[in-house]
Every structure is written in C-alpha cells, then in structure tokens.
C-alpha cells in the first residue's frame, strides 16, 4: 500500500540541514528544496538532496580550514635551447 504524498518535507531532513550547514547558506537552499518537494519529488530525492548538501559543507569547510586554494593550470610553452619558441616552423 503506498501513502499519499504528503505536504510537508521530511521533518528531520530539513532539521538536520538547517543545523549543518553556515547560517547565510541553509534558508535558500532549504527554500528551493522544500519547493522542489512540493512540487512533486519525492521524500527519498529530498533526503539524498539534503545529505548531499551536508556532505558538501563538510567538504568545504574541511578544504577552508586546511588552506587549500585552488590554483589554475599553468600554461604550458615550448621552448627552444631555453628560449620560449617563436611559433614559427623552421
């Protein structure tokens, strides 16, 4: 027998986001969760969209604290005899 599709998300999912992720983050994104819920998910999309967040602001928070800034790839350049190349063929 299945339920009928309730109104409201998932109370725990949406308490647990609400405490997990930063203060400036958690209101918009629990907003368009909530909204995507209503409008026809289903409960299992909404919790693995909620811990998917949370896995996330983990993630971030772990990589901010550890310092890493990402650096973009160097150019890479030929060179002749030490020289940057000139582009033209010989």
């Keep these: 027998m299945t339920t009928p599709h309730s ?9 647990l986001l609400e405490r997990s992720l930063p203060a ?3 209101a918009p994104l629990a907003g368009d969760l909530i909204e995507g819920f209503k409008q026809g998910r289903s409960s299992s999309w909404y919790w693995r ?3 998917w967040a949370i896995g996330m602001g983990f993630v971030n928070q772990w990589v901010s604290s550890v310092g890493y800034k990402h650096q973009p790839p160097a150019t890479v350049s030929a060179t002749v005899d030490g020289k940057p190349a000139s582009g033209k063929c010989l």
Excluded: I, M, S
């Design 24 to 26: 400036g983050k958690n």
């Design 7 to 15: 109104l409201e998300p998932p109370r725990l999912a949406t308490w």
């Design 49 to 51: 969209q909620v811990l």
